[in-house]
Each structure stands twice: as structure tokens, then as C-alpha cells.
């Protein structure tokens, strides 16, 4: 089995918060000491610079020594890079490896006092334990001086993996060798085996799990019933099908060859109209957010963005091609990006959005005109997605997919490198101070992480507002699973054998250039309905396979180890904080449940979802700061300082993916003094994705996110800015009906907000109990709500938060359309 070498962080104080900065190494007036350099000066650097090097000096073709390394530039003090003889830099150096080639450098060059690694924030867990940049042991360093040479095996690169509980340190893999090289290529073939093996189970379990339900339809069909009735929009869903069809039909009638005045729909568009369609016809299935964009009058156009670690990722920019028809060419520059002098028109504000896990950015526009960010993008936003490092294609100024630094990455990497990146480049191109972010999912993670005191809060000052859907911070019961359990049960060498140091199961990618696109799409629902425990009840189900065209990408085996490896967010239940930490917690809060109770009961029943809304951004611009509790005690451990953005978060009632209510309670109860809440709401009955996919999504979060948006802007900026649609009128005045954007000549939207949705069977419990449920449904919609979110049996008591969430706001005669906990006035702190 692979061996490990102890690369330990360092330690420091834990007793206080080392309250500083995060600089980069400073530049240093040091006169030489003259010094003279000894034989032996000159050894351990060239050997510490090839070990850390691109390539080893015998592979090494584009100069002498182009690729060794020259030093070490640190992104964050726990992030270090190492800088090329030309110029690249590369990821996934310790930092006790990084400051040994500084200093190294630094005697070679005589400076009389050699650089030391940045000090960064030092944050202590309720349990004692420190997050953050700390040095390592003296232990740990003669550990990590037992492999110089950069022939040492591939089994040498493996870190210790019981170190820091939340974030072990990455592999270190050095330059290519024969041996590392020959290792790789067994590993590869391998994991590949082994990682099959792992799909075709799950495969074969989401077909066995489906069976009883393909019976139960076959079986309605049978008896000459539609059980697609029971779908709570059956009957919206059949117009847009009708429309679709409609629309294919007139497309196809049109020369090709030019601009068709036909809109997606099938009803004519006016040339005066502001946005035309300039694709159409049947759906082909392809992932490209342009063509989609195009198909509901906007385009896309995409940048390449590098980040501080080299990774090339990409960024896509939704706009409307008429707000560019309609200005002079000398108003674009090389990138298409309006400059200032010839701009004259009210800029739109930005806004940047980050997907989920395994997804990419096309997660947001396959929804044609339900699209989050076709919405945004014709409600009059500067609309911006992000796809993480890798994705569909990936790519490193200096590493080949072969090369395991290339996936020696994780969820950290994402936030402190991948989403500052995407902040800057967006803030460069539009010309602002700040933008609004909007994560899903994962993305949320990436972002949380990122923006703790120990890590790169900074980026928090650069971001006017951080909307959160089905935010990521606690996992939620389906962690128990046993396919999960038996992703904890194996150890690192294990997991990076079965999975390997490469990408995560890449034969699901391949899958996507083999499969037929319809089937792919169809297969992609179902195995992840099996894996996730969601379902398709409230999405379009015409679009279904468009929406998984978009997954799965991508993602390092690293990556997929921090998710679901026994050593981080499985097993710790939490993405900045242990499991001893949660067990405290709820020690805490099982004390003061009385007074919560009484305290966040709705008394205002009868408050419609927009007076909520409006008290709640009235609370954002009050000079008062009554939103911020003032317990010391509890916000002596929060993850987060007075850099963090405001936040507004949207809870999927019914997700058993995460746990997004331990996040508000988080909130709430006073642990986070410096995270202003502007909304928070709970969406009974919706799961995971149906944030972003639902049909009645643009009604329930899309709407107010639009409004969240727009006033958390600095008031002075907005003057500077286009209104968006459904936000003319003041704050406390209800929008006009009629003032929203267009479904392109569908009446969708509007039957949609006028819709009162049945109770769907959210429920969606495996096998012969899922049949069972949907058999029964008519009789027991009577009864109470079919909602449940099953405890773990890994251990006793570990989510006993859930059932204690339940007694604290009740769940008897609830029905799965109203909010329970989505009351979301600021409030003194009952608890002092």
C-alpha cells in the first residue's frame, strides 16, 4: 500500500487570533553579505529547485533549465506557487517545501536576512483546534528532508493524511521521471478498472431502484390512467411542450440561411422587439451555453482566464447583442468589452455566477427563457458564469492531463484561487468596484470557504452582496449512504487506488462523446436521482436531458476524496468546522431551545413572501445595525470577519443533500457577529436542484434574487446604472404584474405566478417503498406531509439536529408549499 510522508502545517499561538493580513512575500532592501557561496550552497538549491521544477532536467527541452523552479510566490500564506525559469508557475507545493527554496535562494543570493513564509490568520474552533498558516515542527521537516531527490517514488508523495481535520495537506509529485512516470501509467489503468467497477454498480443499482416505478407507470398505463397527471405542473408543463412543438414547426419553415424574425415560441417577433431569437428548431443537445443563449434572443461569448496557480479556466459573458448592434464599433475593444469614452448608455451591474459539484455554468441557461441567468441577463444585469478549474476540458499553462499536479487540488483551491480569479477578471472587464455573486451548491462551499478569516477574506470587499442557493456548509442525512459509507470506510492509499490521483471516474466524460446525447441525458437523471434522492416533480421534464448535458465534468479525485473521504466533510459533517465542534453546538442550542422556540414562531402568518422581502432590504440600508447579535461568547469562534459580503441564502425545504437549516441556525444564534443576513428564506417541498430548475423557480427565488441584487448596490453606483426590470419602483411599493420580462411571447410566466400548485410527492424513498408511496399518494393526501429527512446510523446522535429543527418548529398539519422558517425580519438576539 502507498506510504505517506508526514508534510505537516505549522504550529502556532492558538490561544489567540493572529488578526493580520494575508501579504505576499515582501521585497527585500538586504545588501550582500559578501559571503562567498560554498559548493554546497549551490547543491541543496539546484537540487531543491529541479524537485520542485516542471520538468526534470533530462526531459527538460526548452532551454537550460527553462523549467526548474527560481522560488516560491505565496498566493495566501497556505498557498504557495512556484515560479519557472520561464515564467510558469505551478500548483501543489507544501509550504515547508516552498519556504526551503526561498530560503535557499535567499543564501545563495547573500541576503543577510532570508524571507520568511507570509503570517496569515490563525482561527480556533470551539474545540481548540487552529485553522490556518502555522510553521511546521522541526519533526516534520526532517520528515519532509527524507525524500531530496526527485526520483523518489510515487508512494513518497503521499502526505500524511491525519493532520489538519478539515484540510489535510495535498500530494506533493515532482517533476516527471521514468519511474514516477511508469507508476502513473499502472495507477491510471488500474483505478480505471476499479472505478468502473464502482459506476456500473451504481448504475445497476439506480436500474434496480427504478424498476419498481417504471412497473408502477407501466401499470397506470395499463389501466388506461396518466400518471403524469399527479405532476404538480402537469398541465403548465403541456402548453410549453405545445409550444416547443409549435415553435420547431415555424423555425423549420424559415431560410436558414438568414436571420429568422421567429421567436423560440412559435409566435412572430416584431424587428422593434429587444430581443430576437437567432437559433431555433429541434434541441440537438450540445453544450453551448451560446447556442442556447441565442435561442431566447441574447449570446455568449467566452474569455480565458488564468489563475494564480496557472489553471486555465473559462468564463462566459451572457449578453444581448442588440445593446452592441446599437452602439459604434469603435466602442469595443479587442475583447468586445464597452470603454468608457464611447459608452453612453446606463452600464448594466454585474453579476457573477458559480455552479455546483459536477456541474458546470450551463446549469444555469437550460431552461430557455426560466433560465437564472437568461432572466438576470434580460431583467438588465451584466450577467458573468464561472466554470471551476477542469471542467469540460482541462487545461494548465505548463501541465498535461498526465501529470498528477495537474489534479492535486481540492475545494480550497476553488475558492482561493478559481473564484478570486473570476472576481478580478469580471471587475476588470466591467469597470466596478464590486459585483453580486450568486452560488449554487458547491459553489456556495467554494465561496464560504474562500472567505474565512484563514484563508482569503479579502475577496469579501469586492463583492456588493453573496446569494446563497442551497447553500453548502453542513451535510445533510444522505451522507449515511451506503455507497458514501463506503467511500469513508477506505483509507487514502486505498481510495487514490481505487479512484487515482488523476480525474475522478473520467469514463463518465467519455461517456458524454460516445452515448447518444437523448440517452446520455436520460441515463445522467436517473443515476443521479439514485445517488442524490431527487426527482424531477417540479422541473420541465421536456428539458431533463438538456439539464444533464452539463454534467458531469471534470473534478480531481483529490476533490472527490475531500467530499467524500473519511478524513474531511463526510466524516466532519461540516466544511469549516470539526465534528466535535457541531456536537458543542448542539450541546449549546439543545440549552436555549425554549426561548428560540418562542422566539422565531411566526406570528405573522398572514405576511405574504414580498412584505418579508421588503422589510428585510428596508433592514439592509437602516443605519442601525440591529442585525448583528452581540454574544461574544458565541462569536469568539465565528469562521468569518467584518470583510464578509452581505449575505442572502434560499434553503431547499426538502434537501437531504445538505443541511442548509443548521446554516441559518448558525446565523440566527448569534455565532457569526460579522455576517449580515439581508434574506434568508426555507422553500418547503424543494430539493437540491429544483433552486435553479424548478418551473416555479423565477417565482420563488429568481424574482428575489433580482431584487436582493439591486438593493444591496452602493446607492451612489446605482445612479450609474440601468434599472433592472421589476425594480423601477420604490422598495416599499409592490412591482406591477405586467412589468417583468418576457417569456418571448409565452404566457408561462404569467400562468406561473398564478399557478396554486398541488402537494407533490416529495418523498422519493427507494425501491418498493417508492412504488408503494405513489400508489397511495391520493389516500394519504389527507394525512400530514410526506416530507422526511431519515437519520444516519453511523452514529448515535449525529443528526439529531434534524429532529431537533423539527420539534422546534413543529412540521404536524404543514403542507409542503408553505414556509415554516422563512420569516426572515432581523431581530435582537434573544439570548443577550
Known amino acids: 500500500m502507498l506510504c505517506t510522508i508526514h508534510l505537516m502545517l505549522a504550529m502556532g499561538s492558538t490561544e489567540s487570533f493572529?488578526?493580520?493580513?494575508?501579504?505576499?512575500?515582501?521585497?527585500?532592501?538586504?545588501?550582500?553579505?559578501?559571503?562567498?557561496?560554498?559548493?554546497?550552497?549551490?547543491?541543496?538549491?539546484?537540487?531543491?529547485?529541479?524537485?520542485?521544477?516542471?520538468?526534470?532536467?533530462?526531459?527538460?527541452?526548452?532551454?537550460?533549465?527553462?523549467?526548474?523552479?527560481?522560488?516560491?510566490?505565496?498566493?495566501?500564506?497556505?498557498?504557495?506557487?512556484?515560479?519557472?525559469?520561464?515564467?510558469?508557475?505551478?500548483?501543489?507545493?507544501?509550504?515547508?517545501?516552498?519556504?526551503?527554496?526561498?530560503?535557499?535562494?535567499?543564501?545563495?543570493?547573500?541576503?543577510?536576512t532570508p524571507r520568511s513564509p507570509p503570517r496569515g490568520s490563525v482561527r480556533v474552533g470551539r474545540d481548540g483546534t487552529a485553522h490556518g498558516a502555522r510553521l511546521s515542527s522541526p519533526k516534520a521537516r526532517q520528515i519532509s528532508n527524507s525524500s531530496e531527490s526527485p526520483e523518489a517514488s510515487l508512494s513518497e508523495a503521499v502526505p500524511a493524511s491525519r493532520t489538519n481535520p478539515l484540510f489535510p495537506p495535498l500530494p506533493m509529485y515532482g517533476p516527471p521521471t521514468l519511474l514516477r512516470t511508469l507508476q502513473c501509467m499502472f495507477l491510471r489503468v488500474v483505478s480505471s478498472v476499479l472505478s468502473l467497477g464502482f459506476l456500473l454498480a451504481i448504475v445497476v443499482g439506480a436500474l434496480v431502484d427504478g424498476a419498481p416505478k417504471i412497473a408502477t407507470y407501466i401499470r397506470r398505463r395499463a389501466m388506461l390512467q396518466n400518471p403524469s397527471k399527479r405532476r404538480p405542473f402537469y398541465e403548465e408543463e403541456k402548453k410549453r411542450a405545445q409550444e416547443r412543438k409549435t415553435a420547431e414547426q415555424t423555425w423549420k419553415g424559415q431560410h436558414r440561411g438568414t436571420r429568422t424574425p421567429m421567436n423560440e415560441k412559435g409566435a412572430?417577433?416584431?424587428?422593434?422587439?429587444?430581443?430576437?431569437?437567432?437559433?431555433?428548431?429541434?434541441?440537438?443537445?450540445?453544450?453551448?451555453?451560446?447556442?442556447?443563449?441565442?435561442?431566447?434572443?441574447?449570446?455568449?461569448?467566452?474569455?480565458?482566464?488564468?489563475?494564480?496557480?496557472?489553471?486555465?479556466?473559462?468564463?462566459?459573458?451572457?449578453?444581448?447583442?442588440?445593446?452592441?448592434?446599437?452602439?459604434?464599433?469603435?466602442?469595443?475593444?479587442?475583447?468586445?468589452?464597452?470603454?468608457?469614452?464611447?459608452?453612453?448608455?446606463?452600464?448594466?451591474?454585474?453579476?457573477?455566477?458559480?455552479?455546483?459539484?459536477?456541474?458546470?455554468?450551463?446549469?444555469?441557461?437550460?431552461?430557455?427563457?426560466?433560465?437564472?441567468?437568461?432572466?438576470?441577463?434580460?431583467?438588465?444585469?451584466?450577467?458573468?458564469?464561472?466554470?471551476?478549474?477542469?471542467?469540460?476540458?482541462?487545461?494548465?499553462?505548463?501541465?498535461?492531463?498526465?501529470?498528477?499536479?495537474?489534479?492535486?487540488?481540492?475545494?480550497?483551491?476553488?475558492?482561493?484561487?478559481?473564484?478570486?480569479?473570476?472576481?478580478?477578471?469580471?471587475?476588470?472587464?466591467?469597470?466596478?468596484?464590486?459585483?453580486?455573486?450568486?452560488?449554487?451548491?458547491?459553489?456556495?462551499?467554494?465561496?464560504?470557504?474562500?472567505?474565512?478569516?484563514?484563508?482569503?477574506?479579502?475577496?469579501?470587499?469586492?463583492?456588493?452582496?453573496?446569494?446563497?442557493?442551497?447553500?453548502?456548509?453542513?451535510?445533510?442525512?444522505?451522507?449515511?449512504?451506503?455507497?458514501?459509507?463506503?467511500?469513508?470506510?477506505?483509507?487514502?492509499?486505498?481510495?487514490?487506488?481505487?479512484?487515482g490521483i488523476h480525474a475522478f471516474i473520467p469514463l463518465m466524460m467519455h461517456a458524454h462523446h460516445i452515448l447518444p446525447a437523448g440517452f446520455y441525458g436520460w441515463m445522467g437523471y436517473h443515476v443521479f436521482s439514485f445517488l442524490f434522492s431527487w426527482s424531477d416533480q417540479r422541473w420541465d421534464r421536456g428539458l431533463r436531458n438538456r439539464m444533464f448535458q452539463w454534467a458531469p465534468t471534470y473534478v480531481s479525485a483529490e476533490s472527490m476524496r475531500w467530499w467524500l473521504g473519511r478524513e474531511c466533510f463526510a466524516k466532519q459533517k461540516c466544511i469549516l468546522a470539526t465534528r466535535e465542534e457541531g456536537r458543542l453546538e448542539d450541546k449549546e442550542d439543545e440549552e436555549d431551545d425554549e426561548v428560540i422556540q418562542k422566539y422565531y414562531v411566526d406570528r405573522e402568518p398572514q405576511v405574504t413572501e414580498r412584505r418579508k422581502l421588503q422589510r428585510n432590504l428596508t433592514s439592509f440600508h437602516c443605519q442601525t445595525l440591529t442585525h448583528q447579535h452581540h454574544d461574544q461568547t458565541r462569536g469568539k469562534y465565528a469562521w468569518y470577519d467584518e470583510r464578509f459580503p452581505p449575505l442572502a441564502l434560499w434553503v431547499a425545504g426538502a434537501d437531504n443533500l445538505v443541511d442548509g437549516r443548521r446554516l441559518l441556525r448558525r446565523f440566527d444564534r448569534g455565532r457569526e457577529p460579522h455576517v449580515r443576513v439581508v434574506h434568508k428564506k426555507i422553500i418547503e417541498g424543494y430539493e437540491h436542484l429544483d433552486v435553479i430548475w424548478a418551473m416555479d423557480a423565477i417565482e420563488k427565488v429568481g424574482k428575489e434574487v433580482r431584487e436582493v441584487i439591486w438593493r444591496t448596490v452602493d446607492k451612489d453606483v446605482a445612479r450609474t446604472c440601468r434599472t433592472p426590470v421589476g425594480c423601477q419602483k420604490a422598495l416599499e411599493e409592490d412591482p406591477d404584474v405586467k412589468d417583468e420580462v418576457p417569456m418571448m411571447h409565452s404566457g408561462g410566466r404569467l400562468r406561473m405566478a398564478s399557478i396554486s400548485e398541488d402537494r407533490p410527492p416529495v418523498d422519493i424513498g427507494g425501491g418498493h417503498d417508492s412504488a408503494i408511496q405513489e400508489e397511495n399518494e391520493d389516500e394519504s393526501r389527507e394525512g400530514l406531509p410526506r416530507t422526511s429527512i431519515d437519520q444516519s446510523a453511523e452514529t448515535e446522535g449525529e443528526h439529531e439536529h434534524v429532529a431537533e429543527e423539527t420539534k422546534e418548529f413543529g412540521s404536524s398539519g404543514r403542507r409542503m408549499s408553505e414556509a415554516v422558517f422563512d420569516d426572515v425580519q432581523e431581530k435582537d438576539n434573544p439570548l443577550g
Open 18 to 112: 493572529v488578526e493580520t493580513a494575508m501579504p505576499h512575500f515582501e521585497d527585500r532592501t538586504n545588501q550582500f553579505n559578501g559571503t562567498a557561496i560554498s559548493t554546497q550552497q549551490k547543491k541543496e538549491y539546484t537540487q531543491q529547485a529541479e524537485k520542485l521544477g516542471h520538468l526534470s532536467s533530462q526531459e527538460d527541452d526548452g532551454g537550460v533549465d527553462s523549467g526548474r523552479a527560481i522560488e516560491a510566490k505565496f498566493v495566501t500564506p497556505l498557498d504557495p506557487v512556484i515560479v519557472t525559469a520561464n515564467g510558469g508557475r505551478l500548483p501543489a507545493v507544501p509550504v515547508d517545501e516552498a519556504a526551503k527554496l526561498n530560503r535557499l535562494k535567499d543564501d545563495l543570493d547573500g541576503l543577510e
Open 268 to 499: 412572430s417577433v416584431q424587428e422593434h422587439t429587444e430581443f430576437v431569437p437567432m437559433e431555433g428548431g429541434s434541441d440537438p443537445l450540445v453544450v453551448d451555453i451560446g447556442y442556447y443563449a441565442r435561442r431566447v434572443g441574447l449570446d455568449a461569448e467566452a474569455f480565458d482566464v488564468e489563475t494564480e496557480d496557472g489553471f486555465i479556466i473559462d468564463l462566459v459573458h451572457i449578453f444581448n447583442p442588440r445593446d452592441r448592434q446599437q452602439r459604434p464599433r469603435d466602442s469595443l475593444d479587442k475583447n468586445g468589452t464597452d470603454t468608457a469614452e464611447h459608452s453612453t448608455d446606463p452600464r448594466k451591474y454585474p453579476v457573477l455566477m458559480m455552479h455546483g459539484l459536477l456541474q458546470s455554468a450551463g446549469a444555469y441557461c437550460c431552461n430557455d427563457d426560466d433560465s437564472l441567468a437568461f432572466y438576470l441577463a434580460k431583467s438588465g444585469f451584466d450577467v458573468w458564469l464561472g466554470n471551476n478549474r477542469c471542467g469540460f476540458t482541462p487545461r494548465h499553462t505548463q501541465l498535461k492531463y498526465e501529470d498528477p499536479r495537474m489534479w492535486a487540488w481540492n475545494i480550497r483551491q476553488m475558492g482561493v484561487m478559481d473564484l478570486a480569479a473570476f472576481v478580478d477578471r469580471v471587475l476588470a472587464e466591467t469597470g466596478f468596484s464590486k459585483l453580486a455573486l450568486i452560488a449554487h451548491s458547491q459553489g456556495t462551499t467554494q465561496t464560504f470557504v474562500a472567505l474565512a478569516k484563514e484563508q482569503r477574506p479579502e475577496i469579501g470587499e469586492r463583492i456588493s452582496v453573496f446569494c446563497a442557493l442551497a447553500p453548502a456548509a453542513y451535510a445533510g442525512p444522505l451522507i449515511g449512504k451506503i455507497y458514501f459509507k463506503f467511500m469513508q470506510m477506505v483509507g487514502p492509499g486505498l481510495f487514490r487506488l481505487i479512484f
